[in-house]
């Protein structure tokens, strides 16, 4: 028998389920804006109905729109990206950025994201909600050429954004954790786009980082490499200078921009000496750098009040440069490790007049 369409909207349809003893389905339906609620049908899909209405206070909330756009990259390739808009969005504004990345993800153009402090990226919908624009474009890779893939599909996606009228252009921000951590430090060397980037877990040095070890695994981080999302395709010693030509650290002293790291001690995944080796480069360059450490935590923040803090931490950190928002203490001096968990700072210090 051949496939028939039975349900097309322009929404997210997920978590299909049928009774056992009857006809009935049970599915939700959401978008950027509208919380997963559960519907009902048959499955002839003739007629559907609401269940459930899990989510009216957002009603008493500013939001936000998402719309997919298109542009080219510089080689050409045709591309997809999603853009998050305010509520109260005037084209005749010039607004703050963030762009956010990951491979692919204009598949993602419905999914909602619930108000929290996540485990390591941005919470879309609460940036937006603040008056940001968001921008999550795809990417697409060469062999090779993992760092200039980024470059070859962001940056002109950036630029098509801003060629719109209604960002600010000297308010852009950048974030990324774990592959696209890596990418975020690896534009940063490329580019002086950015007013500030947020860098996660990311491989710094792919020269070190070829010969650790993945601790949860025990695995050889060689496969990354070799076969997989690293994206080199060869031996270390076959493509030296692929690896160093995609490593941000080599590269530090053409970073300008102020690059905020996380890299917990616990990461299986990103040994954190990668961090340790990007942060302390661009210490001894003498450029803006900051890096938290969340003692005991893995590839990503965990524990529900870290994440609160580098939900804090990294807000403060955007709307002090996209916002023009006062410093946080933290920033600002520091905080030295032997005052670790005992002083904060995360007062905001008065501009000076």
């Not at 600002?332 to 002083?343: D, H, L, R, S």
């Amino acid at each position: 028998e051949k496939l028939r369409q039975l349900i097309m909207l322009d929404e997210r349809i997920a978590g299909l389920k049928k009774a056992k003893q009857n006809d009935r389905v049970v599915f939700t339906r959401s978008t950027f804006r509208q919380c997963a609620d559960v519907w009902t049908s048959t499955l002839a899909f003739k007629e559907i109905s609401r269940v459930s209405d899990i989510n009216p206070q957002q009603d008493d909330y500013s939001w936000g729109t998402a719309e997919l756009v298109h542009w080219r990259a510089t080689d050409g390739q045709k591309l997809d990206g999603i853009l998050l808009k305010p509520d109260d969005f005037d084209p005749s504004k010039k607004y703050p950025m963030l762009v956010y990345f990951y491979e692919r993800n204009s598949d993602n153009l419905h999914r909602y994201y619930t108000p929290a402090a996540g485990r390591s990226i941005i919470c879309h919908s609460f940036y937006v909600s603040r008056g940001y624009l968001v921008f999550i474009p795809d990417i697409p890779y060469k062999t090779g050429e993992p760092g200039p893939s980024a470059v070859n599909a962001i940056l002109p996606g950036v630029e098509h954004v801003v060629n719109k009228g209604f960002v600010h252009e000297d308010r852009i921000g950048m974030q990324g954790h774990s592959w696209g951590g890596y990418q975020t430090a690896y534009l940063v060397t490329q580019t002086d786009m950015f007013a500030c980037a947020e860098s996660g877990a990311p491989v710094s040095n792919m020269t070190s980082a070829y010969g650790g070890i993945r601790w949860g695994s025990g695995m050889s981080r060689m496969f990354q490499y070799e076969r997989t999302q690293s994206r080199i395709g060869e031996d270390l010693w076959s493509a030296r200078d692929k690896y160093v030509a995609n490593s941000p650290l080599f590269f530090a002293d053409r970073i300008n921009t102020p690059l905020l790291i996380l890299h917990n001690d616990e990461d299986g995944a990103v040994p954190w000496y990668q961090g340790i080796e990007l942060f302390v480069a661009l210490r001894r360059l003498g450029r803006p750098a900051w890096m938290l450490n969340y003692n005991g935590e893995p590839h990503w923040v965990m524990d529900d009040y870290n994440r609160r803090d580098f939900a804090t931490r990294m807000q403060q950190f955007f709307d002090h440069y996209l916002m023009e928002a006062p410093e946080p203490e933290w920033m600002a001096a520091g905080i030295p490790a032997v005052k670790k968990g005992e002083a904060y700072g995360l007062e905001l210090l008065e501009p000076e007049k």
